[in-house]
């Protein structure tokens, strides 16, 4: 049984949180330090671990793992096929779209718990009508 989480996170949140240089960091900072029930997918933290590799250096990369591993109440999903199969169909049907896979793996994931908010940045993330904290502030 899945369990029901209240908000789903993505790289682009996880990235203003942790990179003070960030346009949204200050909005991140806050949303963060009174989290309700969240998740991300294992997607996103291999994707923001690759985003602070290339941009920074594999110490912050390493950094980045490390907040992940502090934030208690976020539950990480795996991605496994079925998973998948859900992002590739979304990705056909916005195939008109620059998503990513890690991006359409979240909107169906969202999709799958009935998830409503999404702390991120990327306006791709908000297609299927999810709400975006990023359009609060």
Known sequence: MVEKTEVYV???AFIAFD???DTHHAHFRRLFSELPGIFTT???I?????????R????????????????????????GSAEQA???????RFSDQDLTLTDAVGLH?????RVGTCWSTDVHLG???VKLVINEH
Request: glycine share 6%.
């Open 109 to 113: 994931m969202r999709q799958e718990r």
């Open 42 to 44: 294992s997607l996103v």
């Open 10 to 12: 993505d790289t682009s």
């Open 56 to 79: 920074y250096d594999r110490f912050r990369a390493l950094q980045f793992l490390a907040l992940i591993e502090d934030l208690k109440p976020l539950k990480v999903a795996r991605v």
């Open 19 to 21: 990179d003070r240089s």
């Open 127 to 129: 297609l299927t009508g």
């Open 86 to 92: 859900g992002a590739t169909r979304l990705l056909r």
């Open 46 to 54: 291999a994707e923001g671990h690759a985003w602070f590799l290339r």
